[in-house]
Protein backbone atom coordinates (compact mmCIF):
# COMPACT_ATOMS: atom_id res chain seq x y z
CA UNK A 1 0.00 0.00 0.00
CA UNK A 2 1.51 3.51 -0.95
CA UNK A 3 3.10 5.02 2.04
CA UNK A 4 1.89 8.35 3.79
CA UNK A 5 3.07 12.02 4.67
CA UNK A 6 1.70 14.03 7.53
CA UNK A 7 3.57 17.16 6.15
CA UNK A 8 3.81 19.13 9.32
CA UNK A 9 6.27 22.08 9.72
CA UNK A 10 7.28 20.62 12.67
CA UNK A 11 6.26 16.81 14.37
CA UNK A 12 5.00 17.09 17.66
CA UNK A 13 6.24 13.17 19.50
CA UNK A 14 3.87 11.26 21.75
CA UNK A 15 1.59 12.72 24.24
CA UNK A 16 2.07 16.02 22.34
CA UNK A 17 -1.18 16.63 21.06
CA UNK A 18 -1.92 19.65 19.74
CA UNK A 19 -2.14 20.34 15.75
CA UNK A 20 -3.96 22.27 12.98
CA UNK A 21 -6.59 19.94 10.91
CA UNK A 22 -4.54 21.15 7.86
CA UNK A 23 -1.95 18.81 9.24
CA UNK A 24 -3.95 15.59 9.29
CA UNK A 25 -3.54 15.01 5.72
CA UNK A 26 -2.12 11.54 4.40
CA UNK A 27 -0.81 11.62 0.75
CA UNK A 28 2.53 11.03 -0.92
CA UNK A 29 5.52 8.70 0.40
CA UNK A 30 7.15 8.95 4.07
CA UNK A 31 10.79 8.36 3.74
CA UNK A 32 10.59 6.18 0.65
CA UNK A 33 8.92 3.34 2.52
CA UNK A 34 5.05 1.87 2.54
CA UNK A 35 3.27 2.01 6.11
CA UNK A 36 0.86 -0.41 6.49
CA UNK A 37 -2.38 1.26 6.38
CA UNK A 38 -4.18 4.87 7.06
CA UNK A 39 -7.54 4.49 8.10
CA UNK A 40 -10.53 7.08 9.35
CA UNK A 41 -12.34 5.74 12.39
CA UNK A 42 -15.97 7.65 12.91
CA UNK A 43 -16.97 8.90 10.11
CA UNK A 44 -20.57 8.46 10.00
CA UNK A 45 -21.05 10.63 12.66
CA UNK A 46 -19.75 12.84 15.54
CA UNK A 47 -20.39 11.60 19.11
CA UNK A 48 -22.20 14.86 20.13
CA UNK A 49 -23.92 15.47 16.92
CA UNK A 50 -24.74 19.63 17.46
CA UNK A 51 -28.86 19.94 17.91
CA UNK A 52 -30.85 21.82 16.27
CA UNK A 53 -31.27 25.34 18.59
CA UNK A 54 -32.68 27.63 15.50
CA UNK A 55 -36.27 27.92 17.43
CA UNK A 56 -34.35 28.91 20.68
CA UNK A 57 -32.13 31.38 18.72
CA UNK A 58 -34.66 33.10 16.75
CA UNK A 59 -37.25 33.70 20.25
CA UNK A 60 -34.12 34.87 22.12
CA UNK A 61 -33.14 37.11 19.24
CA UNK A 62 -36.55 38.76 19.08
CA UNK A 63 -37.02 38.93 22.56
CA UNK A 64 -34.22 40.59 23.83
CA UNK A 65 -33.68 42.76 20.65
CA UNK A 66 -37.32 44.27 21.69
CA UNK A 67 -35.94 44.30 25.39
CA UNK A 68 -33.06 46.63 24.50
CA UNK A 69 -35.08 49.38 22.94
CA UNK A 70 -37.23 49.21 26.37
CA UNK A 71 -34.46 49.22 28.65
CA UNK A 72 -32.44 51.59 26.87
CA UNK A 73 -35.11 54.14 26.52
CA UNK A 74 -36.71 54.15 29.84
CA UNK A 75 -33.15 53.46 31.22
CA UNK A 76 -32.00 57.40 29.54
CA UNK A 77 -35.58 58.70 30.47
CA UNK A 78 -35.32 57.80 34.59
CA UNK A 79 -31.81 58.39 34.30
CA UNK A 80 -30.58 55.00 35.71
CA UNK A 81 -26.72 54.41 34.07
CA UNK A 82 -27.30 50.58 35.46
CA UNK A 83 -30.61 50.09 33.07
CA UNK A 84 -28.26 51.72 30.59
CA UNK A 85 -25.77 49.41 31.06
CA UNK A 86 -28.21 46.42 31.24
CA UNK A 87 -28.94 47.64 28.06
CA UNK A 88 -25.74 47.64 26.58
CA UNK A 89 -25.24 44.07 28.26
CA UNK A 90 -28.31 42.88 25.81
CA UNK A 91 -27.65 44.34 23.11
CA UNK A 92 -24.15 42.33 23.14
CA UNK A 93 -25.82 39.43 23.62
CA UNK A 94 -28.22 39.82 20.63
CA UNK A 95 -25.26 40.44 18.68
CA UNK A 96 -23.90 37.21 20.22
CA UNK A 97 -26.85 35.33 19.81
CA UNK A 98 -26.88 36.18 15.75
CA UNK A 99 -23.69 35.18 15.55
CA UNK A 100 -23.75 31.78 17.80
CA UNK A 101 -26.98 30.89 15.26
CA UNK A 102 -24.69 31.74 11.80
CA UNK A 103 -22.36 29.56 13.44
CA UNK A 104 -24.94 26.33 14.40
CA UNK A 105 -25.87 27.32 10.50
CA UNK A 106 -22.98 27.24 8.71
CA UNK A 107 -21.65 24.06 10.98
CA UNK A 108 -23.96 21.91 9.34
CA UNK A 109 -22.66 22.84 5.92
CA UNK A 110 -21.13 20.02 3.70
CA UNK A 111 -17.43 20.20 3.54
CA UNK A 112 -16.24 21.16 0.16
CA UNK A 113 -12.72 20.38 -1.88
CA UNK A 114 -11.41 23.68 -0.53
CA UNK A 115 -13.08 23.59 3.79
CA UNK A 116 -12.26 19.95 3.49
CA UNK A 117 -14.00 19.73 7.46
CA UNK A 118 -17.01 22.19 6.01
CA UNK A 119 -17.42 24.91 8.35
CA UNK A 120 -17.47 23.61 11.92
CA UNK A 121 -14.62 25.82 13.15
CA UNK A 122 -17.02 28.60 12.70
CA UNK A 123 -18.79 27.73 15.89
CA UNK A 124 -15.06 27.78 17.70
CA UNK A 125 -15.21 31.64 15.95
CA UNK A 126 -18.57 32.18 17.40
CA UNK A 127 -17.74 31.19 20.54
CA UNK A 128 -14.64 33.74 20.51
CA UNK A 129 -16.53 36.77 19.46
CA UNK A 130 -18.98 36.30 22.47
CA UNK A 131 -16.72 36.84 24.77
CA UNK A 132 -14.58 39.44 23.16
CA UNK A 133 -17.20 42.01 22.49
CA UNK A 134 -19.14 41.03 25.67
CA UNK A 135 -15.39 42.12 27.24
CA UNK A 136 -14.97 45.41 25.30
CA UNK A 137 -19.13 46.19 25.84
CA UNK A 138 -18.23 45.82 30.10
CA UNK A 139 -15.26 48.12 29.28
CA UNK A 140 -17.62 50.90 28.21
CA UNK A 141 -20.06 50.17 30.61
CA UNK A 142 -17.10 50.49 33.58
CA UNK A 143 -15.66 53.40 31.82
CA UNK A 144 -19.24 54.95 32.44
CA UNK A 145 -19.90 53.76 35.53
CA UNK A 146 -16.95 55.23 37.45
CA UNK A 147 -17.84 59.17 35.77
CA UNK A 148 -21.16 58.95 37.15
CA UNK A 149 -20.23 57.23 40.48
CA UNK A 150 -17.85 60.30 40.89
CA UNK A 151 -20.96 63.07 39.64
CA UNK A 152 -23.47 60.98 40.40
CA UNK A 153 -27.65 62.01 39.04
CA UNK A 154 -30.88 61.68 40.40
CA UNK A 155 -32.81 58.18 39.49
CA UNK A 156 -36.33 57.46 39.27
CA UNK A 157 -36.18 53.91 41.10
CA UNK A 158 -39.71 52.85 40.30
CA UNK A 159 -39.03 52.54 36.32
CA UNK A 160 -35.82 50.84 37.04
CA UNK A 161 -38.02 48.54 39.15
CA UNK A 162 -40.35 47.63 36.53
CA UNK A 163 -38.24 47.72 33.79
CA UNK A 164 -35.42 45.46 35.36
CA UNK A 165 -38.08 43.03 36.49
CA UNK A 166 -39.32 42.28 32.70
CA UNK A 167 -35.53 41.63 32.73
CA UNK A 168 -35.38 38.77 34.60
CA UNK A 169 -38.60 37.24 32.63
CA UNK A 170 -37.45 37.95 29.36
CA UNK A 171 -33.77 36.38 30.30
CA UNK A 172 -34.71 33.69 32.20
CA UNK A 173 -37.10 32.13 29.09
CA UNK A 174 -34.13 32.77 27.05
CA UNK A 175 -31.76 31.14 29.23
CA UNK A 176 -34.02 28.41 29.33
CA UNK A 177 -34.36 27.77 26.29
CA UNK A 178 -30.52 27.10 25.97
CA UNK A 179 -29.56 24.87 29.11
CA UNK A 180 -30.14 21.29 27.71
CA UNK A 181 -26.89 22.24 25.62
CA UNK A 182 -25.07 23.93 27.85
CA UNK A 183 -23.11 20.98 28.96
CA UNK A 184 -22.38 19.56 25.74
CA UNK A 185 -21.30 22.64 23.12
CA UNK A 186 -19.15 25.28 24.19
CA UNK A 187 -21.07 27.68 21.47
CA UNK A 188 -24.57 27.13 23.18
CA UNK A 189 -22.69 27.32 26.72
CA UNK A 190 -22.10 31.08 25.48
CA UNK A 191 -25.31 31.79 25.19
CA UNK A 192 -26.81 29.91 27.97
CA UNK A 193 -24.06 32.12 30.48
CA UNK A 194 -25.00 35.04 28.88
CA UNK A 195 -29.23 35.07 29.49
CA UNK A 196 -28.51 33.60 33.13
CA UNK A 197 -25.58 36.56 33.72
CA UNK A 198 -28.94 38.72 32.08
CA UNK A 199 -31.18 37.55 34.36
CA UNK A 200 -29.31 37.81 37.76
CA UNK A 201 -27.84 41.81 36.50
CA UNK A 202 -31.93 42.14 36.57
CA UNK A 203 -32.65 40.94 39.63
CA UNK A 204 -29.68 43.35 41.14
CA UNK A 205 -30.98 45.93 39.04
CA UNK A 206 -34.35 45.78 40.44
CA UNK A 207 -32.58 45.48 44.07
CA UNK A 208 -30.77 48.77 43.46
CA UNK A 209 -34.08 50.40 42.61
CA UNK A 210 -36.19 49.31 45.34
CA UNK A 211 -32.76 50.61 47.56
CA UNK A 212 -32.76 54.05 45.63
CA UNK A 213 -36.14 54.70 46.24
CA UNK A 214 -36.51 54.10 49.38
CA UNK A 215 -33.08 56.18 50.80
CA UNK A 216 -32.53 58.58 47.48
CA UNK A 217 -28.65 57.45 47.61
CA UNK A 218 -28.22 58.09 43.70
CA UNK A 219 -24.55 57.21 43.97
CA UNK A 220 -25.79 52.99 44.72
CA UNK A 221 -26.83 53.13 40.86
CA UNK A 222 -23.48 53.77 39.13
CA UNK A 223 -22.05 51.20 42.25
CA UNK A 224 -24.33 48.63 40.89
CA UNK A 225 -23.24 48.93 37.08
CA UNK A 226 -19.56 48.52 38.37
CA UNK A 227 -21.29 45.34 40.19
CA UNK A 228 -22.91 44.37 37.20
CA UNK A 229 -19.77 44.56 35.00
CA UNK A 230 -17.74 42.46 37.64
CA UNK A 231 -20.24 39.86 37.13
CA UNK A 232 -20.30 39.61 33.58
CA UNK A 233 -16.34 39.70 33.03
CA UNK A 234 -15.90 37.20 35.54
CA UNK A 235 -18.85 34.64 33.79
CA UNK A 236 -17.27 35.57 30.40
CA UNK A 237 -13.71 34.96 31.38
CA UNK A 238 -13.74 30.98 31.23
CA UNK A 239 -15.71 31.17 28.04
CA UNK A 240 -12.66 33.50 26.55
CA UNK A 241 -10.21 30.77 28.01
CA UNK A 242 -11.99 27.72 26.26
CA UNK A 243 -12.66 29.49 22.90
CA UNK A 244 -8.92 30.47 22.80
CA UNK A 245 -7.55 27.27 23.79
CA UNK A 246 -10.12 25.91 20.98
CA UNK A 247 -8.74 28.17 18.53
CA UNK A 248 -5.24 27.29 19.14
CA UNK A 249 -6.36 23.31 18.79
CA UNK A 250 -5.63 23.03 22.47
CA UNK A 251 -6.77 19.48 23.56
CA UNK A 252 -10.16 19.34 25.06
CA UNK A 253 -10.02 19.52 28.53
CA UNK A 254 -12.16 16.44 29.25
CA UNK A 255 -9.54 14.34 27.31
CA UNK A 256 -6.40 13.22 28.48
CA UNK A 257 -3.53 12.45 26.53
CA UNK A 258 -2.08 10.56 28.69
CA UNK A 259 -4.71 8.36 28.71
CA UNK A 260 -5.15 8.19 24.88
CA UNK A 261 -2.08 6.77 24.69
CA UNK A 262 -2.20 4.44 27.24
CA UNK A 263 -5.06 3.05 25.32
CA UNK A 264 -3.52 3.07 22.32
CA UNK A 265 -0.14 1.47 23.38
CA UNK A 266 -2.74 -1.34 25.05
CA UNK A 267 -4.25 -2.14 21.59
CA UNK A 268 -3.06 -5.66 20.00
CA UNK A 269 0.09 -5.90 18.57
CA UNK A 270 1.03 -2.00 19.12
CA UNK A 271 4.51 -1.55 20.28
CA UNK A 272 5.23 1.89 20.05
CA UNK A 273 3.63 5.38 18.11
CA UNK A 274 4.15 8.53 17.85
CA UNK A 275 2.79 11.83 15.74
CA UNK A 276 0.00 11.78 17.82
CA UNK A 277 -2.19 14.82 17.62
CA UNK A 278 -5.86 16.03 19.36
CA UNK A 279 -7.71 18.79 18.90
CA UNK A 280 -11.33 20.16 18.18
CA UNK A 281 -12.95 20.68 14.94
CA UNK A 282 -16.22 22.62 16.17
CA UNK A 283 -17.32 23.04 19.45
CA UNK A 284 -19.13 19.55 19.51
CA UNK A 285 -16.60 17.16 17.68
CA UNK A 286 -13.07 16.23 18.00
CA UNK A 287 -10.28 14.58 16.12
CA UNK A 288 -7.60 12.41 16.67
CA UNK A 289 -4.38 11.78 14.26
CA UNK A 290 -1.55 8.84 15.12
CA UNK A 291 1.27 6.47 13.80
CA UNK A 292 1.31 3.02 15.23
CA UNK A 293 3.82 0.69 15.05
CA UNK A 294 3.01 -2.58 14.58
CA UNK A 295 4.79 -5.70 15.45
CA UNK A 296 3.59 -8.24 12.82
CA UNK A 297 1.99 -6.94 9.66
CA UNK A 298 -1.54 -4.85 9.25
CA UNK A 299 -4.02 -5.99 11.76
CA UNK A 300 -6.38 -5.34 9.15
CA UNK A 301 -10.24 -3.33 9.04
CA UNK A 302 -11.70 -4.78 12.08
CA UNK A 303 -8.37 -3.36 14.57
CA UNK A 304 -9.03 -0.11 13.08
CA UNK A 305 -12.55 -0.32 13.69
CA UNK A 306 -12.45 -1.73 16.80
CA UNK A 307 -9.35 0.92 18.22
CA UNK A 308 -11.71 3.74 16.56
CA UNK A 309 -15.05 3.26 18.38
CA UNK A 310 -12.82 2.35 21.75
CA UNK A 311 -11.41 6.60 21.42
CA UNK A 312 -15.11 7.44 20.61
CA UNK A 313 -17.11 5.85 23.15
CA UNK A 314 -14.11 6.37 26.12
CA UNK A 315 -12.78 10.14 25.03
CA UNK A 316 -15.98 11.10 22.71
CA UNK A 317 -12.86 11.56 19.63
CA UNK A 318 -15.41 11.21 16.71
CA UNK A 319 -12.75 11.59 13.91
CA UNK A 320 -10.11 9.20 14.59
CA UNK A 321 -6.84 9.03 11.32
CA UNK A 322 -4.88 5.59 12.03
CA UNK A 323 -1.48 5.16 10.41
CA UNK A 324 0.53 2.06 10.89
CA UNK A 325 3.62 1.23 10.33
CA UNK A 326 5.56 -1.80 10.25
CA UNK A 327 8.13 -3.44 12.88
CA UNK A 328 11.70 -3.25 11.75
CA UNK A 329 10.92 -1.25 8.09
CA UNK A 330 12.47 1.97 7.34
CA UNK A 331 12.10 5.06 9.82
CA UNK A 332 9.42 7.53 9.65
CA UNK A 333 10.40 10.62 8.95
CA UNK A 334 8.08 12.01 11.64
CA UNK A 335 9.23 9.75 14.10
CA UNK A 336 12.87 10.56 13.92
CA UNK A 337 11.78 14.20 13.82
CA UNK A 338 10.35 12.68 17.53
CA UNK A 339 13.57 11.42 18.44
CA UNK A 340 16.21 14.28 17.90
Same mark, same amino acid.
Not at 157 to 168: K, P, R
Not at 259 to 273: N, Q
Not at 325 to 338: F, H, I, Q, S, T
Given at each position: ???????????? /?????????????????????????????????????????????????????????????????????????????????????????????????????? $?????? &????????????????????????????? !???????????? =????? &??????????? $??????? @??????? $????????? !?????? =???????????????? #????????????????????? =?????? #?????????? =??????????????? @?????????????????????????????? #????? &?????????????????????? /????? #????
Amino acid at each position: MAGHDHSHGGAA /CEGASQTGPGNSSTAGRSGGHAHGGHAHGGHGGHVHAPKNFGPAFAIGIVLNTGFVVVEAAYGYLSNSMSLVADAGHNLSDVLGLAAAWIAAILVRRQASAR $FTYGYR &GSSILAALFNAVFLLIAMGAVIWEALVRL !VHPEPVVGTIVM =VVAAI &GILINGVTAWL $FASGAKG @DINIRGA $FLHMMADAA !VSAGVV =VAGLVIQLTGLAWLDP #AVSLAIAGLVVWATWGLLRDS =VAMSLD #AVPPEISPEA =VTGFLRDRPGVIDLH @DLHIWPMSTTSVALTVHLVIAEDHPGNGFL #AETAE &GLRTRFGIGHATLQIEAAGGPA /CRLAE #ACAA
